[in-house]
């Protein structure tokens, strides 16, 4: 017999770890039975797990075993966010739980090699030009939406995993929310201040039930820098309620360092864009939404609100 999962990375063994966990004590039972051809007899869950991903040859090979139900795949990927339609099939569902791990590793990757770029560029006290600058723009975007959306979606008691620290401490006292939803007709609402802000997004999560996908790549991120520190991130996903998509979203936000905290930043302004599936023109493919912005374009987002901020007061 082979061992140990050797065809498995540390992260496909712990994401099957948290699967098999969704599977009937008796269905664990029977697959360690035929994962080990009845060599070796387990006597509860926690052993029956370490024996079948001791004795399995590959992720795929696991996930393609008859006792590991359709609709488990389904309902983990449902829990960590990856919505499918209810009719995929099982190799689909094989497929995209081994592409969310795959895109795991690569997350965690990019958040070591920012971190290190950060500390790298501390101690040098120099820039390396204007490529680098576009990649630390954009690797800030990444790693800020991915810290965002993570959060706010934590709160959606439908999902079912820990909450994480939601509030206006994350924000400028001053932030300003422009929210357009377009579902049967065309509505905006417009709020500012810290709380009232973050009580208005968090709503939509735990009181709608709804849960924002962004879409990280393929053109569903961009942002740029202006030269007074202001940083505009633009990001587009699909909306979901439970396993239903709802349509898609254009959220862009103003970023502002925090001068009290190193390498922290606060919201500035949020404009959230929600269009429903009803909505939406016929033959418009939502599986990549994508932002259309140009960089001249979203420039035009931080030319205002510095202007608000560099000019002098009147009283």
């Not at 339609?85 to 689909?92: T, V």
């Not at 510095?306 to 009283?315: D, G, R, V």
Request: glycine residues 6%; proline residues 4%; negative net charge.
């Amino acid at each position: 017999m082979a061992s140990a999962g050797a065809g498995m990375t540390e992260r496909e063994r712990d994401g099957c770890r948290e699967l098999l966990e969704l599977l009937q004590t008796d269905d664990l039972l029977a697959l360690a039975d035929t994962v080990t051809s009845r060599l070796v007899q387990p006597s509860n869950r926690q052993e029956a797990i370490n024996v079948i991903l001791l004795y399995s040859q590959s992720t795929e090979e696991l996930l393609k075993r008859k006792k590991v139900f359709r609709e488990i795949i389904f309902k983990y990927l449902a829990m960590k966010g990856v919505i499918l339609p209810p009719s995929s099939e099982k190799h689909q569902l094989v497929y995209r739980a081994k592409e969310y791990w795959c895109e795991e590793l690569k997350v965690s990757a990019s958040e070591q090699t920012y971190t290190n770029l950060s500390i790298q560029q501390q101690e040098d006290g120099r820039t390396q030009g204007d490529q680098d600058d576009i990649k630390e723009c954009h690797n800030l975007a990444e790693e800020f939406c991915q810290w965002y959306f993570r959060m706010l979606n934590s709160q959606n008691p439908l999902i079912g995993e820990p909450q994480q620290e939601w509030g206006p401490q994350h924000f400028w006292a001053d932030v300003t929310l422009k929210f357009c939803y377009h579902t049967s007709e065309q509505n905006m609402e417009e709020y500012s201040g810290a709380e009232l802000v973050s009580l208005r997004l968090l709503s939509l999560v735990k009181e709608e039930y709804l849960f924002l996908n962004p879409n990280l790549n393929a053109g569903g991120l961009k942002c740029t820098v202006s030269p007074y520190g202001l940083v505009v991130v633009a990001v587009a996903g699909t909306v979901h309620r439970s396993t239903c998509c709802l349509g898609i979203f254009e959220q862009i936000f103003g970023l502002i360092r925090c001068p009290f905290r190193e390498n922290t930043w606060k919201i500035k302004f949020v404009n959230l864009k929600i269009v429903g599936q009803n909505a939406i023109e016929p033959g418009t493919h939502i599986e990549r939404p994508s932002i259309k912005y140009e960089q001249e374009e979203l420039q035009e987002f931080y030319v205002s609100k510095e202007l608000a901020l560099i000019e002098p007061q009147k009283y």
